[in-house]
């Protein structure tokens, strides 16, 4: 090296010791974006998450309540409240879903679902044991063009607009899940790994959008482990497990999305590389290399889903109700109509708006596109807020039909476990306004936080990304006043 | 033909290999599998046959319960469960500490009667179903062990 190039050298160096350390990023002024906890220095946990009972017992459990589920759903009661068919799905699983699961484990039901399971066992030919053989079934890949969510959003919406009737009907319930098990199985046998979980499971299409704002990830503890480590068992398999069956690379896993919590990565993984990591959350909205318009209307059908069965479920407008619930089949019509034209077309046009208000306003630097794709990911916060505030109201007032129907799951009058006369009984339903406007107060301020930091990410100027972020703020003030007033008005 | 044959004995060959060096582990699990898609319903179903067995059932319908007459003994629990053919009934023993306030359309509700000593116990619809409610009892007859 030239003495020329040693001072530049050294003079640089200099500099970047001198310079100040770029601020951290922070969640809502205190919470360090890249703060993590990594769980699995526990030994306990990483000997639970490497062991295959881990997945294998609770999918098993699950399968059996599926079973009775199914059962109850075609020879049980027609009574939605005495059914275990409607009470166990749409109160106790879908509250779990949003209040817990999804918050707090991502996709963690993914890795224990019961629907696709007799699939993937015939797939791999084996239950718990690792066995190297090419697997059953044709394991064809799915076509390239058809590698997003835009078929999951359009499942979605098909079956939004029977949604008055499954939720209440055991037997639309039953017809739904029995449908999921049967496609499913049967894709299994036809394409590789998840292939159906990914890219068609109307369920796993949602927890996959709002599993990016769970609290907990799967990530590799070390990039340069990764990067060294040639066999890519995780992504191959190995004799101790099968490569990521939801057609990830672990490696190089940057968001939730479509991580199914299997933890096969963690059993493949010769180096130990795989850490399971508390976080705060919603990190990954801000991971920009994977974001997508199929993503984005995702968000939006969701957050409108939300509005609209608030509206149908809780409303006091019972024309919407009968329309929802076919009382007749023109009025039906015209509720489908109409949820599908609000939740793909009209949000869509509102949020198109405000990004092209943002783009305006910031000088239009960057593509539109970019702009309205990356916004619509702070809809994500608000979104599963507006269903967790949604869900207290389905579980508060409900709950106690659980603890009637695992006593007599059919309505035929059986008492396995004496709680059969369990009787109706509310609970804190004096809190509910209260929790419901909390959880969306909460929703709002991080979307707030998520909006600001992506108009930082997307307009790297501050005084651009300021302006930018304005219309963001007011679309999200008008979103979080339609839901409060849903809510609680 | 020959060749298909022989490729199915191969393949099949396989997979009995494969199932033979599958393990303890695999075995379990295929038992809980066979407790889940077999033993499971159907001790469900068999425990369903058996409550059948051994409960009177009662529809209500407008006005009357069929049957209209209950037998019973003193002392030694009688397992009724109800079912209401038309619209909401409600089913009391007069007497006794058994009771159903809402008996919905489609949804089968059960209770246990005791009653202490011999005699004639009425049972009655204690929800208005229309005109001739009042008219709506049956007889629960009791008699010594």
Same mark, same amino acid.
């Given at each position: 090296?030239?003495?020329e @190039? ?11 010791v001198d ?5 951290r ?5 205190f ?8 769980l699995? @220095?526990?030994p ?6 490497r ?8 999918t098993?459990?699950n399968?059996f309540?599926?079973l009775?589920?199914l ?6 009661t027609?009574?939605?409240n005495a059914n275990?068919?409607i009470?166990f ?15 707090? =484990?991502s996709?963690?039901w993914c890795?224990m679902c019961?629907?696709? $399971?007799?699939g ?10 690792r066995?190297?053989?090419k ?8 076509p390239k063009?058809?590698?997003?969510m835009?078929?999951?959003?359009? $499942?979605f919406l098909g079956?939004a =607009?029977?949604s008055?009737?499954i939720t209440t009907?055991?037997?639309?319930t039953v017809?739904?899940? %029995?449908?999921?098990m049967v ?5 299994? !046998?036809v394409?590789?790994r998840?292939?159906?979980?990914r ?6 299409g949602?927890?996959? !959008?709002?599993?990016?704002?769970a ?5 590799p503890?070390?990039?340069p482990v ?6 890519k068992?995780?992504i191959?398999g190995s &004799? ?6 939801w057609l990830?690379?672990p490696?190089?896993l940057?968001?939730?999305?479509y991580c199914g919590?299997c ?10 590389? &795989?850490g ?10 801000l991971?920009?290399s994977?974001r997508?318009?199929?993503e ?16 149908t &479920?809780?409303g /006091?407008? %019972? ?5 929802a ?12 109509v109409?949820?599908?034209?609000v939740?793909?077309g009209?949000l869509p ?6 990004a092209?208000l ?5 000088g239009r630097t960057?593509?539109?596109k970019?702009?309205f794709?990356?916004?619509?990911y702070?809809?994500?916060?608000i ?6 505030g949604?869900?207290? =109201?389905?579980?508060l007032?409900?709950g106690s039909y659980v ?5 007599d799951?059919f309505?035929?009058?059986?008492n396995l476990?004496g709680?059969?006369h369990?009787a109706?009984? /509310? ?5 509910l306004?209260a929790?419901?406007?909390a959880?969306l107060?909460?929703g ?5 936080d998520?909006?600001?930091?992506i =108009?930082?990410q997307t ?7 300021a302006r ?13 006043a ?8 | 033909m020959?060749?298909?044959?022989r490729a ?6 396989r ?12 075995i379990?699990?295929l038992a809980?599998?066979a407790?889940v898609l077999?033993? +499971?319903?159907?001790s ?5 046959r ?5 409960v009177?059932?009662?529809?209500a319908?407008?006005?009357?319960y ?6 019973a ?7 009724i469960?109800?079912?209401?053919d038309?619209v909401?009934?409600?089913f009391k023993?007069i ?6 306030t ?9 209770l246990?009667?005791?009653a ?10 204690t929800?208005?179903c +229309? ?8 007889k ?6």
């Amino acid at each position: 090296m030239s003495a020329e @190039k040693r001072v530049v050298a050294r003079t640089a160096t200099a500099e970047a010791v001198d310079a100040p350390a770029a601020p951290r990023d922070v969640f809502l002024g205190f919470v360090p974006v890249d703060a993590r906890l990594e769980l699995t @220095k526990a030994p306990w946990l990483r000997r639970l998450l490497r062991s295959r009972w881990t997945t294998f017992l609770p999918t098993a459990l699950n399968l059996f309540l599926f079973l009775v589920i199914l059962a109850a759903g075609i020879v049980g009661t027609p009574v939605g409240n005495a059914n275990i068919a409607i009470v166990f799905i749409w109160i106790l699983w879908w509250s779990a879903l949003m209040l817990v699961l999804v918050p707090f =484990a991502s996709r963690l039901w993914c890795g224990m679902c019961p629907l696709p $399971v007799l699939g993937e066992w015939v797939q791999r030919f084996s239950l718990v044991a690792r066995r190297w053989h090419k697997p059953l079934g044709l394991s064809i890949k799915w076509p390239k063009k058809l590698r997003s969510m835009w078929l999951v959003n359009g $499942v979605f919406l098909g079956v939004a =607009a029977f949604s008055g009737i499954i939720t209440t009907r055991p037997w639309a319930t039953v017809a739904l899940l %029995g449908s999921i098990m049967v496609l499913g199985t049967g894709l299994f !046998l036809v394409y590789e790994r998840r292939t159906f979980c990914r890219y068609l499971c109307p369920v796993g299409g949602f927890l996959g !959008l709002y599993a990016n704002f769970a609290a907990i990830e799967i990530r590799p503890k070390s990039q340069p482990v990764c990067v060294g480590h040639k066999s890519k068992e995780c992504i191959l398999g190995s &004799m101790a497990g099968h490569g990521c069956p939801w057609l990830e690379q672990p490696t190089n896993l940057k968001r939730n999305t479509y991580c199914g919590m299997c933890f096969e990565c963690f059993r493949c993984c010769s180096q130990d590389n &795989m850490g399971l990591y508390v976080r705060p959350f919603g990190t990954d909205l801000l991971v920009e290399s994977h974001r997508g318009l199929d993503e984005s209307w995702k968000a939006f059908i969701m957050l409108g889903a939300a509005a609209v069965y608030s509206a149908t &479920m809780m409303g /006091p407008w %019972g024309t919407l109700k009968d329309m929802a619930n076919l009382r007749s089949f023109g009025g039906w019509a015209l509720f489908a109509v109409g949820l599908i034209t609000v939740l793909a077309g009209v949000l869509p046009a509102l949020h198109g708006a405000s990004a092209w208000l943002s783009w305006r306003l910031a000088g239009r630097t960057v593509p539109l596109k970019k702009v309205f794709t990356n916004f619509a990911y702070h809809l994500v916060p608000i979104g599963l807020l507006a269903w967790i505030g949604f869900s207290f =109201a389905i579980l508060l007032p409900n709950g106690s039909y659980v603890i009637r129907v695992i006593s007599d799951p059919f309505g035929w009058g059986w008492n396995l476990f004496g709680t059969a006369h369990f009787a109706w009984t /509310p609970v804190l339903t004096s809190w509910l306004p209260a929790l419901q406007a909390a959880s969306l107060l909460f929703g709002f301020v991080y979307s707030l936080d998520v909006a600001w930091k992506i =108009a930082r990410q997307t307009f790297p100027a501050p005084a651009a990304a300021a302006r930018a972020v304005v219309p963001q703020i007011v679309l999200l003030g008008g979103i979080t006043a339609a839901f409060l007033w849903l809510f609680v008005g | 033909m020959r060749t298909f044959m022989r490729a199915v004995s191969i393949w099949g060959r396989r997979r009995l290999f494969q199932l033979r060096a599958v393990g303890t582990g695999e075995i379990v699990a295929l038992a809980v599998v066979a407790v889940v898609l077999v033993v +499971g319903p159907a001790s469900v179903f068999a425990y369903g046959r058996w409550m059948d067995r051994h409960v009177a059932v009662v529809h209500a319908r407008q006005w009357q319960y069929a049957p209209n007459v209950l037998h019973a003994t003193a002392g030694v629990p009688l397992r009724i469960r109800l079912e209401s053919d038309d619209v909401v009934h409600g089913f009391k023993v007069i007497g006794l500490d058994a009771q159903v306030t809402q008996l919905i359309p489609g949804k089968s509700m059960e209770l246990t009667v005791t009653a202490p000593k011999p005699g004639t116990y009425l049972y009655m619809c204690t929800t208005y179903c +229309g005109l001739k409610h009042a008219m709506m009892f049956g007889k629960l007859i009791v008699t010594a062990p």
